[in-house]
Every structure is written in structure tokens, then in C-alpha cells.
């Protein structure tokens, strides 16, 4: 029974040794594409600040994108759990918190410009990206819902498709932002025009009936 129990505390010490490497490689791998960019941030120097083998690295994660990729699902995590848990308007908390990732994205342009060119935020490719249940969409859709709840927001669309549309809007206004398209000009600016943009086809007057004569009425 002595052998049971300490074969069993053994593969538990095990099990947290692997993961705290894993946690490691990815923390490193992160902090490496903040110096030195996606080009700079080689699985080689990865694996010599980790003081690991490449095999090990391998063995943890198929790609230094792969890392960027998990990075992505989670890095807004703080903000959305922020945005989903605050009291009030549905719609100005939204709008708080595009422009808080805008502020994140401008103090972190490097990692978030490596994840844009890399494809690692890439659903196609991954589609756990969208099933995660630490997705962020997830939570953009429950807040969603609520507003709808509310009616702040049009119930005619689903909330689901409300939440990738949002995150395609930022998706977009983050590469145009990294490419300089079509001006240069700050995130939070540009992210707060594609977020009215987007209201106006999702704010409570996109249930009011259109006005005669209207040719989007029928």
C-alpha cells in the first residue's frame, strides 16, 4: 500500500514539474518576443535561457507560434473578466474596453505585432481557438446577451455573431494600426470609430422600423 501511495505522490510531483517547465518555456518564449520581435525571439535562445534541448521545447509546444497562439486566446483575459464583472451600461463598458486594449496593444506593440504577422491567432488553422472555453469570445458573447437583456443592444442578431464581428473589428483595426494603414494615428482613435461603426448596426435603433420611403425598409 506504502509502494501505491508513493508512486501515486510521485506522478503527482511529476505531473507539477512538467508543468511549471511548460509555464516556463512559454513565459520565456513571451518575454523574448517582447525584446526582440517574432524574427529575434529564435527557439534556439528560448531553449538556452530555459536551459533546456530543442527536443524538450518540441516536446512542450510544436511552434514558438504555438506559443503566441495560447498567448492570444488568454492575454485579454484580465480585461474581459474586468469588463464582464463591472455594474452598468452594457454599450460604455464595451467601449471601455476597446480602448483599454488599444492602451495594452500600444504598451505591448512588439508581442502583439508578432502574433498579427505570425498567423497564430489563426482560427482556420486552430479552430480550438474558438472552442476554448478561454476563448475571449466566450465572454464577449455573455456580455452581449446581456445587453441584449437590457435592450441596449439589437436582438435580432445573435450574440455569438455579435462577438466575432467585434472581434474582427479589432483584429483589423490592430494589423492596420501595426501596418500604418491608412494613416498613422493612435489605436484608441481608430478603435473607437470602428466600435461606433459597429453600434450603429447593433444599438437598440437597429430594431426600429426604417423610415417610409426608406429603400432598406422591405
Known sequence: MEAEDGSGRELGLRERKKAALRQRIAETTIELVRERGLDGATVEEIVR???????????????????????????????????????????????????????????????????????????????????????????????????????ELTARVPAQLMASVIEGIMLRAVIEWAAGFPERAPLGKRMDAMFGFFMRGAGRGADEPAPCGDDRAG
Not at 59 to 81: D, H, I, M
Not at 88 to 108: H, K, N, P, S, T
Open 49 to 151: 535561457r530555459v536551459e533546456i534541448s530543442q527536443p524538450t521545447f518540441y516536446n512542450y509546444f510544436p511552434s514558438k507560434e504555438a506559443v503566441l497562439a495560447e498567448y492570444a486566446t488568454r492575454g485579454w483575459g484580465p480585461l474581459l473578466a474586468a469588463m464582464a464583472n463591472h455594474p452598468g451600461d452594457v454599450v460604455a463598458r464595451l467601449r471601455d474596453y476597446f480602448q483599454e486594449i488599444a492602451r495594452d496593444v500600444e504598451r505591448d506593440g512588439l508581442l502583439w505585432h508578432a502574433i498579427a504577422v505570425s498567423g497564430a491567432y489563426n482560427p482556420v488553422r486552430n479552430p480550438e481557438l474558438l472552442e476554448s472555453a478561454e476563448a475571449g469570445t466566450r465572454v464577449l458573447e455573455s456580455v452581449l446577451a446581456e445587453g441584449q437583456r437590457r435592450g
